[in-house]
């Protein structure tokens, strides 16, 4: 990865864990978390400070390309707080998007979080849809060094125009474990399934048209 778009990752790392944080604050200087205890809390329980190492802050490996060879053409690698331990209580997380050419992250949500995006390479075509009832298309066209925002919980995508060029973009998140709903995963895909009727009613299509989607997932 060139400095120019390192510098860009520490800069969408401050923008998350400031202006845009939605985890709670910590309350002391940092909780490692320890994913090996059985206890359940909002978030994950503390490591002794006596045991935290620099491994606990660290990961290797953004600048490899993720593997594209899949039915949607892209490939997101996540940096969260199960890769990066360090980030429990923080409120900030990364992510690197690959896109193959014609690539795409499909419709989806982050139920936790808001998202920070910039093009490292490639362009994308970028979009969220406002909730209802206006459900209007906000949407840009983005290029090589360009941000865009996606604000929290609405559903958006990512796309790679290009077919034949790749697309590289690094995302940051404002939560350390921001979620993911990819919305015909969810309604299609479900298990167990969601009944017929009810859908084709939701969506005014034949029962068979929600079986044949139903079986894809």
Sequence with gaps: MEASALFMVVLLAMASSGALA???????????????????????????PKDVVAE???FQGLNKAGNTNNKQGSSVTPVNVMQIPGLNTLGISL??????????????THPRAT???????????????????QN???FKVLNAGDVFVFPEGLIHFQFNPDMHADAVAI?????QNPGLNIIADQVFGSDPKIDLGLLAKAFQVDKGVIEYLQKQF
């Design 115 to 133: 998202e920070i995006l910039t093009v490292i390479e490639g362009t994308l075509h970028v979009g969220f849809v406002t909730s209802n009832t």
């Design 171 to 175: 995302s940051g998140l404002s939560s």
């Design 56 to 58: 606990d802050f660290f």
């Design 95 to 108: 992510a690197r998007l690959d896109f193959a050419p014609s690539g795409l992250v499909p419709p989806h």
């Design 22 to 48: 939605s985890d709670p604050s910590p309350l002391q200087d940092f909780c490692v978390a320890d994913k090996t205890s059985p206890v359940l809390v909002n978030g994950l329980v503390c490591k002794n």
């Design 136 to 138: 209007r298309l906000i």
